[in-house]
């Protein structure tokens, strides 16, 4: 919890004056109290000003003794806990909404109700969450993929009453066994449900989790009376209808709405971050804008964070800035558990300068004296942005801000695009594919029937279960087969929604007006006005220089060429339905080395001229000097390192032996810079040009193949090693490298490998350009 949230009234200090200073409005527009008075008792027989008493005397123990409650928090608790209501709380961060739930679940709690659930999306904001309400005395457990060997114990103990507050992650919601088992328990005895970050439930917002509407299901079962508490930072006037509206929360209408005790008391505060100073810094290319991070992130006020777009990145900075002394360390979607939770504590702990994260580090952490963030690429959303800026200043009286724009940032808000819900031929297919198999189906037995990479198909599924349109069971999914409509203009209009956010970043880039009431804007906070304290209203409190040595060695980073990537181990399932029989692990004397990579496309050295290169757009031709030469390096570094055929002895003890030529694959996008890349390689390494493998009947594959079963069935039988270079393979008797411009999936190159090696290569050594990601 936030302290900063509990101060006195009378304090300046990001807690208003008076209640008109709150902003706050009601769904109905009723003025504050709600139309209640604080006196005497209320219908249920509670005396409204003893409550309060209670509230106060709670948040006191919670956050000292000068603490007093915000109007809207007591508006929101007296909600809550005296009439039983639904309550939609969009406040800004450090506003106090924990404060709410806190105090609500011990009154509540002290009356008899069972305890609070709340719905929590980020691991991070759990332990927050967990940590916050030990130290106010509130008993909090937490059930998310982190901890799967305590639920029996926490189940347990919920249901001995021992539980106050139990945190449980959206995906929960729709496990099998805890949506047909826990869950009907839990909504029978549960005394307050809480949303946090309930923007997440709307499609309309910057975080869309499909999980999430599972909670309609809850809230029907909820008994009579339980009161429902939604909270979030980051809801523009759109998103915060559809929130109520996912939320079973709308208002009555007349004519079959919710009863009374259902509709929502709406509240909201102006977004207004007075100890924030936002900027924005434009520098030419990647390496300008690492060598400004390395000149000035000492100036920085304590520690903060760093925000990358991609995992790549996130790993590059750290690398980068910790060559340069800082203490730093990465954060992403790939992180270990083990190691957020180190990271985490030691930013908490200000034993490093900055975490240098993805969006993974985001909504619920809490550090209070958190001094600054700085963003290299602009998230594709304002409201994404204002979230993740609002972690810095929630304990400090001024915390920087700053957005270091970059050409890249485009290309990534294409490839996020490019995720969103499949065209409706796709949806369609994989409804009858469930209804045709007529028994359960994993998600990896439809990838052979759906074309659609894993993670789109894990989010489509989810949506259509919760549309009721498909149902998951033990053993995968099935279809229930209830009529299901596509709802096309709703996708095109959050399509559209999406661009025109992406357009309000390139705006807010470009702005000569207050950054913090653009962005205020940007949430329909009718109080926004110019903050004077950003750079275009106070002036920039950061100039663009960086020092020529800390340039030299942001460009020699970047400009460092090399990445591994592992071969593929396992063929995908439910191939047989394909007509393709291979299953299980491939054989290690089918499988290829572990490949090296010029760079990622999703890096922001290589992987920015790698993206012009291979452009759909680009035109075919001759692989630059530049980049023969950087791939050659990679080569080099290849031979000499641990296990190269020209080093020391692997981990393993192993080493490579040397190839004993090179062979291209055919390609049918890129054909001229594929093979001149093959004849350099082998001119400068002195080996032979072996030859290419071909397609068969010179077919390339049959159109663009998303998943991986879908493109293995592409690739079987497409590939072929004819017979002259059969025939050399046999009697060069050694392993080669196979030299392509792209890996994506692997799988082509597995197949080559496969080929290769059972044509008497005795190892496979892929190199290439670049990787997908």
């Not at 969450?129 to 305590?150: K, Y």
């Not at 083990?338 to 993974?360: C, F, G, I, P, Q």
């Not at 369609?428 to 469930?434: P, V, W």
Request: negative net charge; glycine residues 10%; proline residues 7%.
């Amino acid at each position: 919890m936030d302290e900063r949230s509990t101060r006195p009234e009378s304090e300046p200090v990001d807690a208003p004056a008076t209640p008109d200073r709150t902003g706050s409005r009601s769904a109905a527009g009723h003025a504050p109290g709600d139309g209640h008075a604080t006196g005497p008792a209320d219908p249920a027989g509670q005396d409204r000003a003893a409550v309060r008493e209670r509230a106060e005397a709670v948040l006191r123990e919670l956050a000292g003794p000068s603490a007093v409650l915000r109007e809207d928090q007591w508006r929101a608790i007296e909600a809550l806990v005296v009439d039983h209501r639904r309550a939609l709380v969009v406040q800004r961060t450090g506003w106090g909404k924990s404060a709410v739930y806190f105090i609500a679940t011990a009154l509540l709690r002290s009356a008899g109700a069972g305890p609070t659930v709340i719905v929590s999306p980020l691991l991070a904001l759990m332990r927050n969450q967990v940590d916050s309400a030990s130290r106010a005395g509130i008993h909090a457990r937490t059930i998310n993929s982190a901890n799967p060997q305590e639920w029996d114990e926490i189940q347990a103990e919920v249901a001995a009453g021992a539980v106050d507050i139990l945190l449980v992650s959206p995906e929960r919601l729709n496990n099998p066994d805890f949506r047909d088992q826990v869950l009907p328990k839990l909504a029978a005895s549960t005394g307050l449900l809480v949303v946090d970050e309930a923007h997440c439930i709307s499609d309309w917002g910057h975080d869309f989790r499909p999980d999430y509407r599972r909670l309609r299901t809850m809230l029907a079962d909820l008994a009579p009376g339980v009161p429902v508490l939604a909270t979030t930072a980051t809801a523009n006037a759109r998103v915060t209808a559809d929130v109520a509206d996912q939320l079973g929360t709308g208002a009555p209408d007349g004519s079959g709405g919710p009863p009374a005790d259902r509709t929502a008391l709406v509240l909201r505060g102006p977004l207004d971050r007075e100890s924030l100073s936002l900027g924005v810094l434009s520098l030419p290319d990647p390496a300008h804008r690492l060598a400004w991070l390395a000149d000035h992130l000492a100036e920085l006020p304590g520690s903060g964070i760093v925000y990358t777009l991609t995992v790549a990145a996130a790993d590059e900075v750290t690398a980068f800035l910790r060559s340069r002394g800082y203490p730093v360390a990465s954060y992403s979607g790939r992180t270990e558990d083990a190691e957020r939770r180190s990271a985490e504590a030691d930013l908490l702990a200000n034993r490093v300068k900055a975490l240098v994260a993805t969006s993974a580090l985001g909504m619920g952490f809490d550090k209070p004296d958190l001094g600054f963030v700085v963003h290299l690429g602009s998230p594709g959303s304002p409201i994404a942005y204002y979230q993740q800026v609002g972690r810095a200043g929630r304990g400090v009286d001024r915390a920087e801000v700053l957005l270091l724009p970059g050409r890249e940032d485009e290309a990534i808000w294409r490839y996020f695009a490019s995720l969103g819900f499949p065209p409706e031929e796709q949806v369609r297919r994989t409804i009858d594919a469930l209804a045709e198999a007529g028994r359960p189906l994993s998600t990896g037995a439809l990838e052979a029937r759906v074309d659609l990479r894993r993670n789109r198909l894990e989010t489509m599924l989810k949506v259509l279960d919760v549309d009721g349109a498909v149902r998951k069971v033990r053993g995968g999914w099935e279809s229930t087969g209830r009529p299901w409509a596509y709802d096309a203009p709703r996708y095109a209009k959050v399509a559209a929604a999406r661009e025109a956010e992406q357009q309000a970043m390139r705006e807010y880039a470009a702005s000569a007006g207050c950054r913090m009431e653009f962005l205020r804007r940007q949430l329909d906070d009718p109080e926004a006005v110019p903050c004077g304290r950003c750079d275009n209203c106070a002036g920039p409190a950061h100039g663009p220089e960086v020092s020529a040595e800390a340039l030299a060695a942001a460009r020699a980073a970047l400009g460092r060429p090399g990445a591994e990537f592992e071969p593929r181990r396992l063929w995908p399932t439910g191939m047989d339905a394909l007509g393709v029989p291979l299953k299980g692990r491939i054989p290690a004397g089918e499988q290829a080395e572990t490949g090296r990579a010029l760079g990622r496309l999703s890096d922001i050295g290589w992987g920015t001229r790698l993206r012009t290169l291979l452009a759909e757009s680009a035109p075919d031709g001759p692989v630059p000097a530049e980049v023969v030469d950087a791939l050659v390096s990679v080569l080099a570094d290849w031979a000499r390192g641990p296990g190269g055929w020209a080093g020391p002895e692997g981990p393993d003890g192993t080493r490579l032996a040397r190839p004993v030529g090179v062979v291209t694959m055919a390609s049918a996008t890129r054909p001229q810079l594929v093979e001149s890349l093959g004849a350099r390689i082998a001119a400068v390494g002195r080996l032979p040009l072996l030859g290419r493998i071909e397609y068969a009947a010179g077919r390339p594959p049959h159109g663009p193949r998303s998943n991986s079963a879908q493109r293995l069935h592409s690739l079987a039988g497409t590939l072929v090693v004819t017979e002259e270079l059969g025939a050399t393979l046999a009697a060069a008797g050694g392993p080669v490298l196979l030299v392509d411009d792209l890996v994506d999936s692997g799988w082509t190159v597995t197949v080559a490998a496969r080929l290769l090696r059972r044509a008497g290569a005795t190892g496979v050594l892929p190199l290439v350009l670049a990787l997908q990601a």
